[in-house]
């Protein structure tokens, strides 16, 4: 499926802009030109060959604040996916195979996450537990998880009913082993979809709690809080709320371009798609094939005419 996936001219678009996203995560502060927390005169700065982006209200570098604080908004938004992925998906797969009650007991808890207000519960959760990052992350994550919960048990359900699993169900096979050996390869590529489409809509989330101060607490870096402190001072720098923005568009914009190729490469229209690539392919190499060949005639009637 990784093969099929790069013959998509997204992907390979997608995959250059979370390239250059996953070197300022884990790079980030070590590149930074400046002390990201030292504040220094030049307040307000515009973009200049000492300030790249400028600096703001505290005379902070911009680009050192931005690159410091790509860590924590890029390695939360992973942490949000892992935790909806495991507390969603598992339960959603063994909800088909062990029993009613663990099956109620799994729905009415979805409901219940569904039916709750996102940004009142991340609230409620840092209040409860303290205004850290695992905790808004936490939060985060059980709010998006039943998302995982109906993917993997509508695409379970799906293979349940199928003859191969039904066998294995009658020659007593265990539940783990039907899972790893004939479930989860059928189920993995729309997770894998719903995961690269958490991932983006988590970065949103994440630069939303962010700006409002929840998980992380300025002077601490992160592109929510730069945006935050860059909206007070628009008069002075209406575009510098634009670096962060566009940092933030365009990961979202490239797991989006990830989702919609997995789901294409996993569909029909997806190997239609590939099929034509292939083809036209294949079509572009007998053209030059043939041409090659009608030129290797004419060299040699060429030659024949010289001996002659």
Do not use: C
């Not at 802009?17 to 300022?24: R, W, Y």
């Not at 927390?37 to 911009?62: E, I, K, M, N, V």
């Not at 798609?273 to 190499?285: D, L, M, P, S």
């Amino acid at each position: 499926m990784f093969t099929t996936l790069l013959k998509f001219t997204s992907v390979r678009i997608a995959l250059g802009i979370l390239g250059v996203i996953a070197v300022f995560a884990v790079f980030g502060p070590l590149i930074a030109p400046y002390d990201p927390l030292q504040g220094t005169d030049s307040t307000l700065a515009h973009p200049s060959l000492q300030h790249w982006l400028g600096t703001d209200y505290l005379g902070r570098d911009t680009l050192s604040r931005i690159l410091a604080g790509a860590p924590v908004s890029v390695l939360s938004t992973v942490q949000v996916a892992l935790i909806a992925l495991v507390v969603g998906a598992v339960p959603g797969i063994l909800s088909v195979y062990l029993g009613r009650i663990f099956e109620w007991f799994t729905l009415r808890t979805v409901d219940t996450l569904i039916a709750l207000p996102f940004l009142v519960f991340a609230v409620a959760m840092t209040a409860l537990l303290g205004n850290g990052v695992t905790q808004a992350m936490l939060a985060v994550g059980l709010l998006i998880s039943p998302l995982f919960y109906r993917v993997a048990r509508s695409a379970t359900l799906a293979v349940a009913q199928s003859q191969y699993v039904e066998a294995a169900i009658l020659s007593g096979a265990s539940t783990g082993w039907i899972v790893r050996k004939h479930v989860w390869n059928k189920v993995l590529p729309p997770i894998a979809i719903s995961l690269a489409t958490t991932l983006g809509t988590g970065l949103v989330v994440i630069a939303a709690l962010t700006f409002l101060g929840i998980g992380v607490q300025p002077p601490a870096p992160t592109w929510g809080g730069i945006l935050a402190s860059d909206l007070g001072y628009l008069v002075q720098r209406p575009y510098a709320p634009l670096f962060p923005v566009v940092l933030i568009v365009a990961t979202v914009w490239a797991f989006n371009l990830l989702a919609d190729a997995i789901r294409d490469a996993a569909g029909e229209s997806g190997r239609t798609i590939t099929g034509r690539k292939t083809a036209v392919r294949n079509k572009a190499q007998r053209l030059a094939a043939r041409d090659e060949l009608l030129r290797h005639e004419a060299r040699e009637e060429q030659e024949l005419g010289a001996i002659r």
